[in-house]
């Protein structure tokens, strides 16, 4: 039993410990949707970047013709945590997504392809992480009050 519950414990600390290699984001510039590149590409990051950013444009074609359409433009990359955060700030006043108006979005996010969804559902992660602990730590009191 005792065996068990250093098992446990052994996985739970090495998940906590901060990994000593580059992040890794997923990658792609300006698609029309969030499947196909913006989720099959990858690229390991920089050392000095530490953080994932996606960035969502809504709007018109480049080559806009009276009756064009508007469509999604997606695009994901690795940042540094200052220029992610400073990026997402300055897209927040054209961030409204209204559907008539052409906007943009940003959203960054820490952890390892932590920027699968575009915009709003990476930030997620760490609350699974913290799940992920509790969980771990009740699996050890259980065992221990066998």
Known sequence: MRTSVFLVFSIYIFHMIPDTQCLECYVCDDQDTNYDKCVKT?????????????????????????GDKKQYYISKQCSTQEH???????LMPRCDRVWYNEWECAECCPGDRCNYYAVLGASSIRSNTALLGIGLLLLIICFRFR
């Open 84 to 90: 992610c955060l400073e990026t997402r700030q300055r």
């Open 42 to 66: 990858v690229k390991t990051c920089e050392s000095y970047e530490t953080w994932c950013l996606t960035k969502v444009k809504w709007g018109a074609t480049p080559y806009w013709e009276a």
